[in-house]
């Protein structure tokens, strides 16, 4: 080795070092103000925490952060009646069938757009696509019109069927399913699978981070879903959570009920994320890369 390579290879050595600490120490310097934001994020839901487990009349700040007395009262009155069972009952089939339907119909739409080649592909898909562009609120009067007039109204498959077709999730899973080799679908040809066999065997096995992503969103999207459910549904026995919480809200109990009806309307946000959030850190972890 030359001297003159010899000299810019430890010219270049010694430069990181010298830069190392300064880039630890813009990191470091980065830890506090997103500790702040992050604190300032988690401050309304602990107040809503808090004053679920105060006393009807503590609404003041001071009293919510500081007041020792606690109760399970608040929780006990939420769940005095059926009412808010049925609720919960209705959000969960409303989410979770949802989930289930919606990623098996977008996971077999993925695969068709991204692996197999028929005629008119790519204009049916940038089509289907092109529904993103459309506010659900363009939308929302025909598509009730559609349902009353197929005797859906205030009932469970007339919430569910219309936000079957997702757009994004098909888009979403396209994008991953290419990633997938070829090769891998062509040895299973060759060995004689059918079609459905390697998209069970083959294709949902490697799309689970992208499938378990979909799951969060999914169900997050359904369970906190209000426009929908608050003009298709027109009785307590079909109504949501989210809709239930606002007619709740116009019998004007005391705030710190309300609070216990919200606090238990995050916990099963919180348990589909805890529950798939290695899947989703996975997918984040492998955006953009290709086999």
Same mark, same amino acid.
């Given at each position: 080795?030359?001297?003159?390579?010899?000299?810019?290879?430890?010219?270049?050595?010694?430069?990181?070092?010298?830069?190392?600490?300064?880039?630890?120490?813009?990191?470091?310097?980065?830890?506090?103000? +997103?500790?702040?934001?992050? !604190?300032? @994020?988690?401050?309304?839901?602990? &107040?809503?925490? $808090? #004053?679920?487990?105060?006393?009807? =009349?503590?609404?003041?700040?001071?009293?919510?952060?500081?007041?020792?007395?606690?109760?399970?009262?608040?929780?006990?009155?939420?769940?005095?009646?059926?009412?808010?069972?049925?609720?919960?009952?209705?959000?969960?089939?409303?989410?979770?069938?949802?989930?289930?339907?919606?990623?098996?119909?977008?996971?077999?739409?993925?695969?068709?757009?991204?692996?197999?080649?028929?005629?008119?592909?790519?204009?049916?898909?940038?089509?289907?696509?092109?529904?993103?562009?459309?506010?659900?609120?363009?939308?929302?009067?025909?598509?009730?019109?559609?349902?009353?007039?197929?005797?859906?109204?205030?009932? +469970?498959?007339?919430?569910? !069927?219309? @936000?079957?077709?997702?757009?994004? &999730?098909?888009? $979403? #899973?396209?994008?991953?399913?290419? =990633?997938?080799?070829?090769?891998?679908?062509?040895?299973?040809?060759?060995?004689?699978?059918?079609?459905?066999?390697?998209?069970?065997?083959?294709?949902?096995?490697?799309?689970?981070?992208?499938?378990?992503?979909?799951?969060?969103?999914?169900?997050?999207?359904?369970?906190?879903?209000?426009?929908?459910?608050?003009?298709?549904?027109?009785?307590?026995?079909?109504?949501?959570?989210?809709?239930?919480?606002?007619?709740?809200?116009?019998?004007?109990?005391?705030?710190?009920?309300?609070?216990?009806?919200?606090?238990?309307?995050?916990?099963?946000?919180?348990?589909?994320?805890?529950?798939?959030?290695?899947?989703?850190?996975?997918?984040?972890?492998?955006?953009?890369?290709?086999?």
């Amino acid at each position: 080795m030359s001297v003159d390579s010899t000299t810019r290879t430890a010219s270049i050595a010694i430069g990181e070092r010298h830069s190392r600490p300064i880039v630890r120490r813009l990191r470091n310097g980065l830890y506090l103000p +997103l500790a702040l934001i992050a !604190v300032v @994020t988690a401050v309304p839901f602990v &107040a809503m925490i $808090l #004053l679920a487990l105060r006393p009807a =009349g503590i609404v003041t700040l001071r009293r919510i952060f500081f007041s020792t007395s606690f109760t399970l009262e608040n929780f006990r009155q939420v769940f005095a009646g059926a009412t808010m069972v049925r609720w919960i009952a209705n959000s969960l089939v409303y989410a979770l069938v949802s989930v289930v339907i919606v990623l098996f119909l977008a996971s077999m739409a993925g695969y068709a757009f991204a692996k197999k080649k028929f005629w008119g592909r790519e204009a049916i898909f940038w089509s289907f696509i092109a529904m993103l562009m459309v506010p659900t609120q363009a939308t929302i009067i025909p598509l009730f019109i559609l349902i009353a007039k197929l005797n859906g109204v205030d009932t +469970l498959w007339g919430l569910i !069927v219309p @936000t079957l077709a997702n757009a994004q &999730a098909v888009f $979403l #899973l396209r994008q991953f399913i290419m =990633g997938i080799p070829d090769e891998l679908i062509e040895a299973a040809k060759l060995d004689g699978a059918s079609e459905f066999r390697i998209y069970a065997q083959i294709i949902l096995p490697l799309s689970k981070p992208i499938l378990a992503t979909l799951a969060i969103f999914v169900f997050l999207w359904h369970w906190n879903d209000f426009l929908w459910p608050l003009i298709v549904s027109q009785s307590d026995s079909t109504r949501t959570l989210t809709v239930g919480l606002a007619t709740l809200q116009s019998l004007t109990p005391a705030v710190s009920t309300i609070m216990a009806a919200a606090a238990i309307s995050f916990i099963p946000n919180l348990l589909i994320f805890l529950l798939f959030q290695r899947y989703l850190i996975q997918s984040i972890a492998t955006t953009g890369l290709k086999s």
